[in-house]
């Protein structure tokens, strides 16, 4: 039996890297009936096992752990080094240095080795697609295979690959692009139709959704579930900083960009990505780990103008509710809004 058909609702808490998705926001999601994701990005492996530890402890319900693949491509040193003294004065002025841009693989054979050593649910990628080998060797172990693609010729290689279910993750969404390349623009309604026309494997939506009557779109679009990410950046639960929540509650518009790591993410617009946007390079991890510094002191300060606040195109319509009752909320609200259409359809003939 797969994970999706044992949840009590279609609802999936997206994996939010760096603070949001905590242990207990990943806990009160699933205890309530749908399926929260650790996210392994930019953690040490000793945080991942802990996280996982503390999760099982918090809930007997299904979970999963998402893992940053490693980018294979190469980067422009140049281009970075011009960047770098692009944010020099900026760092300076806060009484920071940039960091190091190296590259890296954010431990991803130790946390792979971690999570075949000790099993979860289910287990999702981003930044492509994982090989044959990581594919069988966790379903052997009885976690199920998500990739995340952005374009519908992704969707069947993950297929053919033997992944479980394919999140479809279109270009709405808050955070970092989850496909390769990351320069992807499909909207969510587009993407899922075409990937529901060449995918036979379960599909879940993901990308702007905050709602019910968006969630019900979505499933009547082909979805099994919907990934929801912005949704809980406002819940208790969640580890999202004041400065964060309140980027997140406002009306301000949100842009996709690289200044802030070197990969295309989307995040409520401010000073440092209008000022930057247009020359940031493509490099990731290396200028995330250039940015890394200047970006802390800015949540130090608290200073919206400049840290990174990711979040989806729909992001005003995040409420501050428990985790609970955001899934309870919006699985009774797509309930209603399909019921809705039922009833009008009735009326078309």
Request: net charge neutral.
């Amino acid at each position: 039996m797969s994970v999706l058909s044992t949840l009590r609702h279609p609802i999936i808490a997206a994996p939010m890297a760096g603070g949001p998705s905590t242990p207990a926001l990943v806990a009160a999601v699933s205890a309530a009936g749908g399926l929260g994701f650790l996210a392994a990005g930019m953690i040490d492996t000793g945080r991942l096992v802990a996280d996982v530890a503390e999760v099982g402890a918090r809930t007997d319900r299904p979970f999963g752990v998402n893992l940053f693949l490693p980018d294979p491509g190469g980067v422009d040193e140049a281009a970075i080094q011009a960047y770098a003294e692009r944010l020099g004065p900026q760092a300076a002025r806060r009484g920071v240095s940039l960091g190091e841009p190296v590259g890296g693989d954010d431990a991803y054979p130790e946390k792979m080795a971690a999570l075949l050593a000790d099993p979860v649910p289910v287990v999702s990628f981003v930044f492509g697609l994982p090989d044959r080998a990581a594919v069988t060797a966790l379903r052997e172990r009885g976690t199920e295979v998500w990739a995340t693609v952005t374009r519908p010729d992704a969707a069947t290689a993950a297929a053919d690959l033997g992944v479980d279910a394919v999140v479809v993750q279109g270009t709405e969404a808050g955070g970092h692009r989850g496909g390769l390349p990351d320069d992807d623009d499909y909207g969510l309604l587009p993407l899922l139709r075409l990937t529901a026309a060449r995918c036979d494997r379960p599909l879940v939506a993901a990308g702007g959704l905050v709602d019910g009557p968006s969630v019900a779109a979505v499933l009547a679009a082909g979805a099994a579930a919907a990934q929801l990410g912005t949704a809980f950046l406002r819940c208790p639960e969640a580890g999202s900083s004041p400065m964060h929540r309140a980027a997140v509650a406002s009306a301000t518009p949100t842009a996709l960009t690289r200044s802030y790591t070197g990969k295309r993410a989307r995040g409520v617009a401010n000073d440092f990505l209008r000022q930057h946007d247009a020359v940031a390079p493509r490099g990731y991890p290396q200028v995330l780990h250039l940015t890394r510094p200047l970006l802390a002191a800015a949540r130090r300060d608290g200073d919206a103008s400049v840290a990174n606040l990711w979040a989806g195109q729909a992001h005003p319509l995040a409420r501050d509710l428990p985790a609970a009752q955001v899934v309870a909320e919006v699985s009774a609200g797509a309930r209603a809004a399909l019921a809705t259409v039922v009833e009008r359809s009735s009326r078309w003939g």
